[in-house]
């Protein structure tokens, strides 16, 4: 059984660009949320979907967007970048059941330039 | 509004210590607590929750935590440290009201010296 898996492993890119994160969920999750974790700072909620809808939202700008498929899988977009976006992204998935326990993916290293 | 803090930004036992981590959160309504472990370049792999069954929770690699309403804490302990603990702590509090949302820590990271 696969767990949350995400991608790109790494990224870089250069600032006034755009990025899409991608996301899947553990098998059995239907809702995904999103973090940032700045270096040596624990992680940050960006926001969380579910029935492919933003169902709560962090203290982010509005660069930062997201969707989720059908199938329950998930895409974070940031538009605009800034050096300060630089951060390891992190995807977790829960199911409406047990909202509160949420299984992380490996991250999504971004670094701005 | 939630928060939490985690007291030392680092803590450093000897392989066969007992580690302790400490974590005290903020709530207004009953909290749902985790600890949180992370390897470096990885993600985060859940340690233990507690959701308002048992006060003291068990969790994997040894680790267990005890919810203290009165002290609003939720410290880490584990008997024996073994070099595979080192690694950044994360504590993170959510509530029935947060639909999910977790609210962390800054992290403790801890060292195992042999």
């Known amino acids: 059984d696969a767990g949350v898996t995400q991608s790109p492993t790494h990224l870089i890119k250069t600032r006034g660009q755009q990025v899409t994160l991608r996301c899947s969920p553990k098998?059995?999750?239907?809702?995904v949320s999103w973090y940032q974790q700045a270096l040596g700072q624990g992680p940050q909620f960006i926001f969380q979907?579910?029935?492919?809808?933003?169902?709560q939202r962090g203290n982010f700008p509005d660069r930062f967007s997201g969707h989720q498929f059908p199938n329950y899988s998930s895409e974070l977009n940031v538009n605009a970048l800034l050096l300060g976006d630089s951060a390891l992204y992190l995807c977790?998935?829960?199911?409406?059941?047990?909202?509160?326990?949420?299984?992380f993916g490996p991250g999504t290293r971004l670094l701005v330039l | 509004a939630q928060s939490v803090t985690q007291l030392g930004s680092h803590v450093s036992v000897s392989e066969g210590a007992l580690v302790l981590l400490r974590c005290n959160y903020s709530s207004s309504v009953p909290p749902y607590l985790f600890w949180y472990v992370q390897y470096p370049n990885q993600g985060l792999q859940l340690l233990l929750k507690y959701t308002s069954a048992a006060t003291l929770v068990k969790g994997i690699n040894g680790f267990e935590a005890e919810f203290k309403k009165s002290e609003t804490s939720f410290h880490l302990t584990k008997p024996s440290a073994h070099m595979s603990d080192a690694a950044e702590y994360f504590c993170?509090?959510?509530?029935?009201?947060?639909?999910?949302?977790?609210?962390f820590g800054q992290g403790t990271e801890l060292s195992v010296k042999p």
């Open positions: 098998s059995g999750h239907d809702t």
């Open positions: 993170a509090v959510s509530s029935d009201n947060q639909g999910g949302k977790l609210i």
């Open positions: 979907y579910y029935e492919e809808e933003e169902r």
């Open positions: 977790a998935s829960s199911s409406q059941g047990l909202r509160e326990t949420q299984y």
